[in-house]
Each structure stands twice: as C-alpha cells, then as structure tokens.
C-alpha cells in the first residue's frame, strides 16, 4: 500500500519513484449459489448469518472494517482470521455464510465461494519500487508493468492502471 511504500521512499532505499500497478476491489465472498440470498452489504448486519473477517491488523481486515463502518453497517465477526486466504477457506468449508474479501480472492477460489461486487471507493492499490539499481530489478518492474504482466493480473481479478 501507498503507506507501506512510503516509508521504503522516506529510507532513501527506493532508487525511482513508487509506480502504481495494479489495484482490487473488495466483495462480499458467499458460499456457492448463494444459499443465504445475501444480496448487499447491508445484510451482513443479520445475527442469523455466520460472518467471518480478516483481522483488522492486515491490510484485507482493516479495509473491511473502514468499508464497514463507511456504510454505516454493524457486523459482529464470528472470527477474525490472519489472512483473507483464512476467510475464503471458512465459507468455501461451509464454516461461514460470508466475509469481505478481494475480488482476487473469489477468482482464485475458483468456484468455492461466489462473490457479490461492494459499491465503494474503497480500492486497494499496489505499488512498485527498484530498491537498488539493479537491471534486473528494473527488468522486474518492466515485466510487471508491461503488456504481459497486466495480462496477468487482469486475468487474476486484479484492475490495471
């Protein structure tokens, strides 16, 4: 994230500036079929549903408490998992009804869990930086960057600039 990398800029330790390359949104990650009809974010607010949540010290787990507490919508987490990867685990095993997760996240799941877009400008974005001069680094970000990596990340869910 734009923190993140800011403090590698502020180290002296980034050779070029931060580009931005890649960006995800975040959905509402259902068991298949939807089962539970959750249609909004809204709904997650239902006692009846098992919700499940990444932690708010990773970045997937403090975007979904900012997305939450932006939509006004009050959600009491059954657990708070480590990693998003933890969340879309749960609901693909039938532990849990829904989470916010990635958009990635539901595409790699590859039909374990559905996905719901959320409405917000809530956007996680990427960003690279060469921390030395090295061809190879700059190869790196070139590839990255690049016609082949932003097929590759388009084709994993991710949004390119």
């Known amino acids: 994230d734009l923190d993140t990398m800011d403090r590698v800029v502020a180290t002296g330790r980034a050779t070029a500036d931060p580009v931005a390359f890649a960006r995800n949104s975040l959905a ?3 068991e298949p079929g939807n089962p539970k009809g959750i249609g ?3 709904d997650l607010a239902d006692d009846e549903l098992v919700v499940v949540l990444a ?3 990773v970045p997937a787990g403090a975007y979904a408490e900012q997305l939450l507490r932006e939509a006004g919508v009050a959600v009491e987490a059954a657990s708070l998992e480590q990693n998003v990867r933890a969340v879309v685990g749960k ?3 039938g532990e849990a009804d829904a ?7 539901v595409v790699a799941a590859g039909g374990r869990v559905d996905g719901l877009p959320v409405v917000s400008d809530l956007v996680a974005t990427y960003y690279v930086a060469p921390i030395s001069r090295s061809p190879r680094a700059i190869e790196l970000i070139e590839l990255v960057t690049g ?7 388009t084709d994993a869910g991710f949004e390119v600039p």
Request: hydrophobic share 60%.
């Open 28 to 30: 509402v990650a259902v």
């Open 147 to 153: 016609a082949v990596g932003r097929r590759a990340l």
């Open 91 to 93: 609901i693909a095993l």
């Open 40 to 42: 909004a974010l809204a």
């Open 55 to 57: 932690a708010p010290e």
């Open 99 to 105: 989470g916010i997760v990635y958009r990635t996240d």
